[in-house]
């Protein structure tokens, strides 16, 4: 298969940890005899330094014209701390999917059993697991009509809904919960908001063409509870924007690291995969960055094309440098000379050499590499 990528890395460990995305893709490219052409453009703090524009018109026509995009981090401390900057890196992240219609964000949570004891959560809680996370990400309160007063002392953000809207991210829920364990949980807050009362009407209708799917039904706030106290209840969780944006990052702290975390964001014509961390300025140049979570959106990436032999050799990677622990300090401060490139180096390493990677653990913490 040929591919035509746009790359977006972004700003701060964006570039870091795309990069290892690529690498992996590169070696999966190599191993089963695919094209994967990459491409790479300007968005968020990077793009406005050069252009201005947090999302260049020619980064626009980039990935409209490509077939897949994988994207890196957006933001920066100058943007973060100034509540006053009319142009903001976020506006470009938000503008893309708006024009590229990406309405669907799609992020697995999966507690690895070799990282059970990195989670702040107790073991016996979140052993097990696995869920599945559809936020609608076009749509609310993120892209609501915003009001603020001339005197600055007042301020509003529109949350709106349409049936169509809810309608076309569900239908996908629902499919997806028929491969898994057929449960959706809609996270709402319908006994207070219009908008999710429309949410909970039109979810339960469709939920009658899925009729080996249980639907139940969760407020956000119990919701946000549940998450802590039982996360092994859920298997695919449908909620709006806002609601989801809070609950797949609170859903984070159950693997250990944010570090973990892919993400796919779905349209009917394009589609974008990314880490679901931030720029994490922190960290920029230091190496210590984790690029799974970029390398296991490239996982998504492959899948999204019917690619799952190779997909799964890349989740294959990812848990056996979780099992040597080939990981950066986030998740074990043990070995300091693991880089965010030698994590990638492993796991690429891995698609090429899978019996071998006992010996390649080896290497990498003698600071070499068995990728030339």
């Known amino acids: 298969m040929k591919l035509n990528i746009a790359v977006l890395p972004g700003d701060g460990i964006g570039p870091e940890v795309t990069n290892q995305a690529i690498k992996v893709l590169k070696a999966i490219a190599l191993e089963f005899d695919h ?19 947090p999302l260049p018109d020619n980064t626009l026509d980039l990935c409209k014209s490509s077939d897949a995009i994988l994207f890196g981090a957006i933001g920066d401390p100058k943007y973060d701390n100034d509540p006053t ?6 506006q470009g992240l938000l503008k893309l999917r708006k024009e590229l219609g990406l309405y669907a964000n799609i992020r697995p949570v999966k507690a690895y059993d070799m990282l059970l004891d990195k989670s702040p959560l107790k073991q016996h809680i979140i052993e097990g697991t696995d869920i599945s996370i559809y936020r609608e990400l076009t749509g609310g309160i993120y892209f609501g009509k915003k009001y603020l007063s001339e005197d600055g002392n007042t301020a509003s953000d529109l949350c709106e809904y349409s049936k169509y809207e809810i309608e076309r991210i569900a239908h996908l829920a629902f499919k997806n919960a028929q491969s898994r364990k057929k449960k959706v949980t809609l996270v709402d807050k319908a006994n207070v908001l219009e908008t999710s009362r429309l ?3 039109v979810v339960t209708d469709l939920a009658k063409d899925y009729p080996d799917v249980t639907l139940d039904f969760l407020f956000v ?10 996360p092994k209840q859920f298997d695919v969780i449908l909620t709006e924007n806002l609601f989801g944006d809070v609950i797949s990052d609170e859903a984070s702290v159950i ?3 944010i570090g973990l975390l892919a993400s796919a964001s779905i349209g009917d014509k394009y589609a974008m995969f990314e880490p679901i961390h931030g720029s994490y300025p922190q960290a920029t140049g230091k190496g210590i ?6 390398i296991l959106s490239a996982a998504m990436l492959l899948e999204h094309f019917d690619l799952h032999e190779e997909a799964n050799l890349i989740k294959e990677g ?13 998740l074990n401060a043990s070995y300091t000379n693991v880089s965010t490139s030698k994590v990638g180096d ?6 090429s050499n899978p019996n071998d990677t006992n010996i390649n653990f080896n290497n990498i913490h003698l600071g070499q590499s068995t990728i030339i």
């Open 35 to 53: 094209t994967f052409l990459f491409k790479e453009a300007p968005v968020g703090a990077v793009a406005i330094d050069k252009h201005n524009n």
């Open 85 to 90: 900057a009319k142009v903001r890196p976020e």
């Open 199 to 201: 949410w909970r009407k």
């Open 221 to 230: 706030d119990n919701a946000a509870m549940q998450m802590i106290l039982n």
């Open 255 to 257: 693997g250990g690291s």
């Open 289 to 294: 960055a984790n690029p799974i979570a970029s």
């Open 318 to 330: 990812v848990e056996k440098s979780l099992k040597l622990e080939i990981t950066t300090p986030d």
């Open 346 to 351: 492993f796991i690429a390493d891995f698609i």
